[in-house]
């Protein structure tokens, strides 16, 4: 017999399964050997030899299984056995767990199959050990494998591990593909570097995918990656995605359009919104080299600021013509156009409609598009018929003329799988539709639908659109998010929604969001919740929806609910108050054998006359639970019963990994939580990440009390993240040595320690949470927050503890005004902070009201200087904290030791004695930072001139690179006019600076007109960039009108701002006359986001009037 036949044989004879739930199984899902057409999923449990020619082999965990091989002498002789593997795929789903042997024992096997030539890992999950070392490990001596995919949804790496895999990588010379999907948050600065530098010595690369998930990428890594990019020559497929566009200057865009035209291979180009932060000019000049490449893949949204001009016009219409030609997925935003008049719109139209061989497009419309403009790109895309994939998202009002035409070019999409439309306004009644055949009708290919609609008025049109749902019979995931209904609207359009959605019944994934009165119609809801019920193959729902539940509504809903015997994921958010009988009742039908994660989230949970044990029965069915979060919002006292009844029942979920649990209220620790707390967590055997609030409230808490509490915590030893609060009495036992010392696998802790009395005493919570100086190895993020009244040293024996964590890369430490701060735990916070060279993120708020000696604040200011990893640095001091001057001198001289700094945040007040100060010395290094936020707060008049003065003209004229800056002054002060001029001064030499928030809070403004102000404003006129103004100021100023009326100037050349903020308090009114040609200018401005706040303007209707003219997002 052939091995083909044998594996037909196989196939044929073992049935399949969507869920893995044979206990004699190695849950394992074979893909069947790559030579038969039809594959398919394969469950094996016997005659395993039959596979030892298998080409392809995959391990899927399905979700929040445990990857446990029972057999494994004989699993892992298979798997030595199978000489012919070339391509090997490990997938573990979200919230699963592979235990450390097995992992580890799969790695060695696959490190010795030297014949591979593809790896796959898409992990998104929680890893325990040290994973990247094992992977790096795994590809050595990996000659043949040219296809290598990472994919790993949660931090689990430091920057060395990166590292130590990223150059096992660069060593596979054979390697032409290169995926990479990581969460770079710890990385930050060098993990871009590390990777352009590895990535140039893979010549035969010719697919590079990168998603990065971080919001504080550096902009020097990434001019790493384009001076490298023009090595990587033979590339033909290059994707970037980023979670948070960075911001680049014109000298970086030269240096990837350098790059990217050295391309000669390129087909696929995804860059999504990484381009999202550039400017006009820039995103122009892009274009102009895209454009030169025959793409078939492109992905591409720009901010566009500004109004287009002929030449703009020339090269997006030259960029379409080339595209049409090869291109089958295209993705396209122009967000903050200015305006598009028709006629380039009709250009536009007629090379989108000759896209005849595309299949997904993506289109975002946040511009000025005329009615007659718009209509003319939907109509283009009636011809689309390879469509499979449609995106339009509209920010901006849709008439019913272009929403006619959208439906009418839908309707001809007859290949469509996927739609997503996203609405905020549309400007029309459903009864234009009346007798209109309905577009849905047509697409019986349809498997995945997104409908977002917000605004409140017209949504008749909801009515329409719901009708069309009954078409969509093979529709398989539905998401209606934030749909508002007004109250008249309900009835009717809920009968639609619900007979339309009942005839769905190939749904699996429904999202059910809608935002609207209180709907109370009893009997409408019951019959909802009944027709829903033939969606019995859902795994999946999300449900929000604004009604007062009654035990009728919460039985048809529990009804509905049970049904869904193949449901995972259970989200529901109750908008009003739901009592614990309730709740009770919709558990009691959650006989769910396969729900994984479930969230209740709660307005108000009412708990009185509540029985005992009551919802115990309801969660001992839910042994595949995964996830549980409930949450309620704040209640008036803390009840300990509440807490309790959902203690005893969650202990049944043993196979709990993540615990969030807040009832509006801090958990009593007394003897009753702390039996059940020990209870709970004992049963936790596997719970991982763990939020939770608790307050002792005896005020002779006694030891043994306190050290059940922390006893009950030595059960967790698997937990990495503790997050929440503990408040307790001041006279807590200070021989407390057990505790969290068998939390040994925390990586993220995140503490508020505080007191709720005032009397002195030893708060020695601390030690119970790191009293072990080996204790947490693993951490990596800390913050911590004191809230309390102490005599002794309680923080400086903490720090003492911190300084052994020193892989720390992020540290929070914020002191209340309440905590007597010592300089003895100033110098160790000092000596702490040369212990954490890994240290990338330090916040440091410290309020409370004490005198700090020279010597003590200088040690600290050593401390923060050697932070040289160092990207983000907070400093923040209270006005009742006393440092000297020449402290605060050295301070700031350390900082400029600080070359990595990209974020700096200061706090300047006249109490640090800042008068002195030579701003010359500070921040030599300052054009490496390109965000900065001050605040000067001054109670003393003079010293306020010279702060402003020295500071701006000795600092700021030296950040070239500045992209974002934020002054706020406040207090009762003396404020020349000269450093109103200096402030103006500086400002217009900021030239890269893209966003300025000004604030100005005093009510003694001497020697300042209006004259200063209005210079202050003009000064902006250069910053060509400028797309974001943020400037308040309450002031005595006589003119404050012509301050105010001078932005108007301001915005007559700065074409780019699409942001204005502006609270303005006047002494006096201001006519309305002015106020009036203000409003009138506004018109045609392409401003977004808009925020006025005039005092003492009495007359305004017409400014009102004028500016609800605006296309406003807020």
């Known amino acids: 017999m052939t091995d083909r036949l044998q594996i037909k044989q196989a196939k044929e004879s073992i049935p399949r399964y969507e869920v893995l739930d044979d206990s004699q199984t190695l849950n394992l899902i074979f893909d069947a050997l790559n030579q038969i057409h039809h594959q398919k999923d394969l469950l094996i449990n016997q005659n395993l030899d039959q596979f ?34 070339k391509c090997f795929k490990l997938i573990v789903e979200s919230q699963s767990f592979i235990e450390q042997d097995s992992f580890f024992k799969i790695v060695q096997v696959i490190q010795n199959k030297e014949q591979l030539e593809e790896i796959e890992l898409d992990l998104n999950t929680a890893i325990q050990f040290n994973f990247l070392e094992k992977i790096g490990i795994c590809l050595q001596n990996k000659s043949n494998l040219n296809k290598i995919s990472i994919k790993v949804q949660k931090n689990i790496f430091e920057e060395d591990q990166f590292q130590c895999i990223i150059e096992q990588i660069a060593k596979l010379e054979q390697l032409s593909s290169l995926s990479l999907e990581l969460d770079f948050s710890k990385l930050v600065v060098n993990g871009i570097t590390i990777l352009s530098q590895n990535l140039k010595c893979l010549k035969n690369l010719k697919s590079l995918s990168l998603s990065l998930k971080t919001s504080d990428i550096f902009l020097r890594g990434f001019s790493e990656f384009f001076k490298i990019l023009k090595e990587l020559n033979m590339l033909d497929s290059l994707k970037i995605k980023v979670s948070e566009p960075p911001v680049f200057s014109s000298e970086e865009i030269d240096l990837f359009i350098e790059g990217f035209q050295k391309l000669n291979q390129i087909k696929s180009l995804d860059l999504s919104n990484f381009f999202g932060n550039v400017f006009l000019d820039d995103e122009i000049r892009i274009l102009d080299a895209i454009k030169e490449k025959q793409l078939k893949s492109i992905s591409l949204h720009f901010g566009l600021f500004g109004k287009l001009n002929e030449k703009q016009k020339s090269v997006i219409g030259q960029f379409l013509q080339k595209a049409k030609q090869t291109t089958q997925e295209f993705e396209l935003g122009f967000s903050k156009i200015a305006q598009i008049d028709t006629d380039f719109a009709n250009q536009i139209s007629q090379q989108i409609q000759n896209f005849q061989e595309i299949k997904q497009l993506t289109l975002i419309f946040n511009g000025n598009f005329s009615t007659k403009g718009l209509e003319f790109i939907l109509s283009s895309l009636q011809n689309l018929t390879s469509l499979n994939t449609l995106n339009l998202q509209f920010s901006m009002i849709l008439s ?333 036992s200070s021989n407390i040595i057990q505790s969290f010392q068998s939390l040994k696998n925390i990586k993220e802790l995140n503490l508020k320690l505080e007191s709720y009395q005032y009397s002195k005493g030893n708060p020695y919570i601390q030690y119970a949470i790191l009293d072990n100086p080996q204790q947490f190895s693993k951490l990596t993020k800390m913050q911590l927050t004191f809230n ?137 290094n300052s054009n490496y930072i390109p965000l900065l936020e001050l605040e000067f707060i001054a109670t003393k008049k003079q010293k306020f001139i010279n702060i402003l003065s020295d500071f701006l003209i000795c600092t700021l004229q030296r950040s070239k690179n500045m992209q974002k800056l934020t002054i706020s002054f406040e207090g009762d002060n003396y404020l020349g006019s000269q450093s109103i001029d200096n402030l103006a001064q500086c400002i217009s030499n900021l030239h890269n600076l893209q966003q300025i928030d000004i604030e100005i809070k005093a009510q003694n403004y ?107 997002k807020y």
């Open 788 to 924: 309390y009244s102490q005599s002794d040293y309680s923080l400086s024996n903490f720090l003492k503890i911190l300084s052994n964590q020193r892989q720390l890369t992020s540290f929070l430490l914020q002191v209340e005004e309440k905590y007597q701060l010592s300089n003895e735990e100033i110098e160790q916070l000092g000596k702490t902070l040369l212990n954490l060279t890994q240290l990338k993120q330090f916040d440091c708020y410290l309020f409370s009201d004490c005198q700090i000696e020279e010597e003590s604040f200088k040690i600290l200011s050593n401390g923060v200087s050697q932070l040289q990893n160092l990207h983000s640095l907070s400093f923040q001091t209270d006005h009742y904290m006393r440092i000297p001057s020449l402290a605060i001198d050295s301070f700031y001289q350390y900082v400029t030791k600080l070359e990595y700094l990209k974020f700096l945040n200061l706090e300047l007040n006249d109490n640090l004695g800042l008068s002195n100060f030579s701003f010359d010395k500070f921040i030599p």
């Open 52 to 85: 030892l020619d298998v080409i392809n082999l995959n391990i899927f965990v399905k979700q929040f299984e445990h990857l446990i091989i029972e057999d494994q002498q004989s699993f892992l002789q298979l798997l030595e056995n199978m000489n012919k593997v």
């Open 1006 to 1112: 001497h020697n300042v007109n209006d004259e200063n102000m209005q210079k202050l404003v003009q000064s902006l006129n250069n910053l060509k960039k400028l797309h974001s103004l943020e400037f308040n100021f309450s002031t005595s100023i006589s003119q404050s009108a012509l301050t105010f009326l001078s932005i108007k100037e301001l915005l007559v050349t700065q074409q780019n701002i699409n942001k204005l903020s502006t609270r303005v308090s006047f002494d006096r009114p201001i006519t309305l006359e002015k106020i009036n040609d203000f409003g009138l200018f506004l018109v045609g401005k392409q401003i977004s986001i808009m925020e006025l706040n005039l005092n003492k303007v009495d007359e305004c209707y017409a400014l009102t009037d004028i500016i609800s003219q605006q296309d406003l």
């Open 400 to 732: 019913f003329y272009n929403f006619k035409q959208l439906f009418n070019s839908i309707s001809q999409l007859v290949n469509l799988k996927k739609l997503d439309l996203a609405f905020d306004n549309i400007n029309f009644e459903k009864s234009y539709f009346n007798g209109v055949i309905h577009p849905f009708y047509k697409l019986q290919n349809l498997t995945e639908l997104t409908f977002n609609f917000t605004h409140s008025e017209q949504v008749e049109i909801l009515e329409f659109f719901f009708e069309g749902l009954q078409y969509l019979h093979q529709l398989k995931y539905l998401s209606l998010d934030a749909i508002f209904l007004s109250r008249h609207l309900n009835e009717r359009i809920f009968v639609n929604l619900i007979n339309s959605l009942s005839q769905i019944t190939q749904l699996k994934y429904l999202k059910f969001k809608i935002i609207s009165n209180p709907f109370d119609d009893e009997i409408i809801l019951v019959n909802m919740f009944e027709q829903l019920g033939y969606l019995e193959k859902l795994e999946h729902i999300e449900f929000e929806i604004n009604t007062n539940y009654t035990i009728d509504i919460i039985s048809g809903f529990g009804g509905w609910l049970k049904k869904l015997q193949l449901l995972k994921y259970l989200d529901i958010t109750f908008k009003n108050v739901v009592s614990i009988e309730e709740l009770h009742c919709l558990m009691s039908y959650l006989n769910l054998s396969n729900l994984t994660n479930l969230y209740l989230k709660f307005e108000k949970l009412n708990s009185d006359d509540v029985r005992e044990n009551i919802l115990e029965s309801d969660f001992q069915p839910l042994k595949k639970l995964n996830v549980l979060q409930i949450s309620s919002q704040a209640q008036k006292k803390q009840n300990i019963n509440l807490y309790v009844l959902f203690l005893k029942a969650i202990q049944y979920l043993q196979n709990l990994q993540f615990l969030d649990l807040n009832l509006g209220s801090c958990m009593p620790i007394v003897d009753q939580a702390t039996f059940y707390l020990k209870q709970c967590f004992n049963a936790l055997k596997n719970l991982k990440e763990l939020r939770l609030v608790v307050y002792f409230p005896d005020n002779n808490l006694k030891k043994q009390g306190f050290q059940d509490f922390c006893i009950s915590f030595s059960y967790l030893e698997e937990l990495t993240i503790l997050s929440g609060i503990f408040s307790f009495p001041n006279n807590i």
